[in-house]
Nanobody, 124 residues
Framework: EVHLVESGGGLVQAGGSLTLSCTAS????????IAWFRQASGKEREGVLC????????YYEDSAKGRFTISTDNAKNTVYLRMNSLKPEDTAVYYC?????????????????WGQGTQVTVSS
């Protein structure tokens, strides 16, 4: 059975950092594309950053450039989102999504597996 479990969210002051984790079970992340999305209260889920099968980063959110980075640990079958210099507007529920074809694609409907989300709250 396929599962994605996110963790690492929490409350942080503006300017602080957090690292989110997304651990997969039931399949390997090796040949997949992995994206982080976020959904602020009352808004649609939006893409932040995607990691292609060849492990190139594609930023969907301009404000994340220079602050957010994505990485993987194959041994742990886990993908991470390191977020630095956090701002109040980064407050949202963050989700990891897996695209089994290995290609980063726009649109949540193009992702095959999802985690349950983890809340990130940035106070000013």
């Amino acid at each position: 059975e396929v599962h994605l479990v996110e963790s690492g969210g929490g409350l942080v002051q503006a300017g602080g950092s957090l690292t989110l984790s997304c651990t997969a079970s039931g399949f390997t992340l090796d040949d997949t594309a992995i994206a982080w999305f976020r959904q602020a209260s009352g808004k649609e889920r939006e893409g932040v950053l995607c990691y292609t099968r060849s492990r190139l980063s594609i930023y969907y959110e301009d404000s994340a450039k220079g602050r957010f980075t994505i990485s993987t640990d194959n041994a742990k079958n886990t993908v991470y989102l390191r977020m630095n210099s956090l701002k109040p507007e980064d407050t949202a529920v963050y989700y990891c999504g897996v695209q089994a074809d290995g290609v980063c694609k726009a649109g949540t409907h193009r992702y095959h597996y999802w985690g349950q989300g983890t809340q990130v709250t940035v106070s000013s």
